[in-house]
């Protein structure tokens, strides 16, 4: 029995081009629809049908082909070839593909809630002293 990896694990590439793109599962699992737990149950998964693949894909922000020609060793490759000098903005290489692990609109409401939370304790201090003399 041999304890080698395989090296077209679909699931395992997935996973690694995720934690690259420094998403975690739950913030993959909410962009495709499902639960976290699906999402670790595919990276298990040594094949993917091709439809659901090309949604992950697209998730991540790459091709589907992408994911299935990923190893480690090119993106060794691939970011040794950059330089200090190659990156002529503050953005570097990678400036235009950043996106957000959170829902905008859940922090906007997240934000509200405290504030109006806060006013109820402003309110109900302001009765206390109103209370006292």
């Known amino acids: 029995m041999s304890t080698a990896t395989k090296p077209n694990h679909i699931g395992r590439k997935i996973s690694r081009i995720r934690e690259l793109r420094d998403m975690k599962q739950e913030a993959l699992a909410q962009a495709l629809g499902m639960s976290q737990q699906s999402i670790s149950t595919i990276e298990n998964s040594e094949t993917i049908d091709e439809e659901k693949l090309v949604e ?35 953005q570097g290489a990678f400036g235009q593909n950043h996106q957000c692990n959170f829902n905008p609109l859940d922090k906007v409401v997240e934000l509200y809630e405290r504030l109006v939370q806060a006013e109820k304790d402003k309110v109900e201090y302001l009765e206390k002293l109103f209370k006292g003399k």
């Open 56 to 90: 992950i894909a697209k998730a991540l922000g790459v091709s589907a082909e992408a994911i299935k020609s990923f190893s480690d060793e090119n993106m060794i490759t691939y970011f040794n070839t950059f330089h200090d000098t190659d990156f002529s903005n503050s």
